[in-house]
C-alpha cells in the first residue's frame, strides 16, 4: 500500500502549484481521495475531497473558487487525486496531505508561498 505526493515548491504570491497524489496497493474505489493541510502549531485541516467514484467534490471555503481537485481511476489498485491551486496566497503555506480511506496518509509535500 502506498500514498505519495508530489508538486509542492516555492512560488510568488497569485501563482499556481499542482499537487498530484497516487494511492496503490488496495481497492480503492469505494474510497475517497483527500488534501490536508497543516501550518505548525494548528490542526491539519480538510481542503479538498474527492468520492473516486462519483466524482463529488468538497472543499474548504478558504480555497473555493481557487483550488480544483480531480481524480483518476481507470485502475480498480490505483488511483490518483490532482489538486489545482490558483490565485495562492501566503496563507497557504502549509505542508499538504494526501488523505485516502480507509485511512492512509502520504508524507507531505511543502507548499510555500512568498515574495
Known amino acids: 500500500i502506498q500514498v505519495v505526493e508530489s508538486g509542492g515548491g516555492l512560488v510568488q504570491p497569485g501563482g499556481s502549484l499542482t499537487l498530484s497524489c497516487t494511492a496503490s496497493?488496495?481497492?480503492?474505489?469505494?474510497?475517497?481521495m483527500n488534501w490536508y493541510r497543516q501550518v505548525p502549531g494548528k490542526e491539519r485541516e480538510l481542503v479538498a475531497s474527492?468520492?473516486?467514484?462519483?466524482?463529488?467534490?468538497?472543499?474548504?471555503d478558504s480555497v473555493k473558487g481557487r483550488f480544483t481537485i480531480t481524480k483518476d481511476n481507470g485502475y480498480t489498485k490505483v488511483a490518483t487525486a490532482t489538486l489545482q491551486m490558483n490565485s495562492l496566497k501566503p496563507e497557504d503555506t502549509a505542508v499538504y496531505y494526501c488523505?485516502?480511506?480507509?485511512?492512509?496518509w502520504g508524507q507531505g509535500t511543502q507548499v510555500t508561498v512568498s515574495s
Open positions: 488523505f485516502v480511506g480507509p485511512g492512509y
Open positions: 496497493g488496495f481497492p480503492v474505489r469505494p474510497y475517497s
Open positions: 474527492i468520492t473516486l467514484i462519483r466524482g463529488t467534490t468538497n472543499y474548504a
